[in-house]
Structures are given as structure tokens and as C-alpha cells.
């Protein structure tokens, strides 16, 4: 799983601070479009990841001499940690939205 993030014009901490100092909103350089793609595009890698071991399963299975078993056991365990770990962002993304929702104001 490749996840390749570009860098914004300005951090975030650094844009909130001077929109603060100057009393306007912050101008953080399409950090929502950047968050959101690189969100979609591990999804979709992850996807893709499970797609190509189920197929190379499927390959193995029906004795396809081209494919070999270690190749497609490795292919499984890069889907399932993919898996694993997407699972984990989203835990986290919930755990955070929880907590920002019980914050007293």
C-alpha cells in the first residue's frame, strides 16, 4: 500500500495562528481536498490489494502453474495489514470525532 501525501503551503497550526492574529478565517490551502484524496486513495489501494490476493487465490486454486503459493500468501498479508491498518484510522477517526463531540463548550 502506497501512501504518498503532498505537502500544503502552510501547516495548519501556523494558518490558524495568524488568521487569530488578524481576525479573519484561516486560509488552509485545500487541506480538506489533500486530507480527503489521500483518504480515498489508500481506500482504494487497500481495495485493490484485497482484489489482487483473492484473484491470485482464486489462480492458486484452480492450479494455474503461473502463480505460485508463497507469492500469493504474501499477497494475502499485505491485503489483511492493509486492512488492519485501515481499520485503525478509522477507529481513531471516530474515537477523535467522539471526543470532540463531548467537549464541553
Known sequence: MDLKLTPTKMPLASAIGQSSRLGTKPDVGGL??????????????????????SNMQREVQLGNPKVSLEETMVSIQKAQIGFQAALHVRNRMVQAYTD???MQV
Open 32 to 53: 480538506e481536498d489533500s486530507f480527503s484524496g489521500a483518504l480515498s486513495s489508500a481506500l482504494k489501494s487497500v481495495s485493490a490489494s484485497q482484489n489482487q490476493s
Open 100 to 102: 470532540i463531540m463531548n
